[in-house]
């Protein structure tokens, strides 16, 4: 409105000044005059024409952030229940400031997949006794038919055994029944064996971690824990008399094998070793399978020595044992410094 009333102003002076000329001024000025007049109502018309024009150029100024915002507001509207307020519409953010941007997920996936090795608490009982039980268990099969790929003795003894049977019966059906019946002896009496070792480790030291392993001077019992859950165990246990601290009660979860636990908790105990200057760390493990041995020389301990026929707590050294349960020890060392 504003506007259009100093058009109209400007449009009545030169009228007005026009009549005063032509009194007393010539034709050429009146011409004149009527020229200026003419240009005033040439540009009203076409003052609105370059306002919108130049509010076309404001709004086509940027039409990739218009793109932009567009496109967000529309996914946001998409959303049920989220608040227009918590849209960024910027051009390099295209995230909500109420959810995580991918980066923040990632870090978050990281930190869930990542192992947290921390002393033992008495909360933590119940599930370290179940790692370890379970991590004996496994020993069974593998003690029983695993075992005996490493005993060519035994092997020998076995077939012998079968030929003997057919020899004494003539009997086809019991020869071809003997190697079962020897498998199944191994089974029962690595079964046997391998529960009162468990359960004597299980009244012992595994009773009472805490009076074991934390109140003593050169010991202490670690967890791993994933995702909130204690995952493995291991223990180190100093002995003052030749300087040395034993790893011992390693086992890690069978469901989360595979991800470097045994490995980490192995270094911890040498960490510890070296925290509390000891020469060396040693260990020894009954183990069937290699890929526990892999993992000591992987963290470099040396094989030492093996004990053929080694006895576990809780044998009893009969016919009957000797015959279907046999086992090596195997000792490793890793020496830190010279005593």
Known sequence: ??????IKTACDAPASLGREVAQGCSSTSVFFLSITKKTIIHLLFFLPNFSSFLASCMHCSSPKMVCETKIVADEHEAIAGTKKDSIIVSSAQMWTSSSPSPS???SKVEKRDQVFIREF???DLKEVRRIFTEGIMERIPNTAFRGLKQRTRTQFIYAFLTVMCYVMTKSFTLTFCTPFILMGARYYYSRKIIFNYLDCALHTDMADIEAYYMKPTGSCFWVAVLQGQVVGIVAAQGREDDNTVELRRMSVD???RGKGIAKALGRRVLEFAMLNNYSAVVLGTTAVKMAAHKLYESL????VGDTEDYTLPGMT????ERL???IRYSRYRLQLHEE
């Open 300 to 303: 470099g301990f040396r094989r």
């Open 121 to 123: 608490e008495r909360s």
């Open 324 to 326: 279907f349960f046999q």
């Open 104 to 106: 923040a997920l990632e």
């Open 317 to 320: 050294r009969s016919p009957l």
């Open 1 to 6: 409105m504003r506007l259009w009333r100093i």
């Open 254 to 256: 069978s469901h989360f």
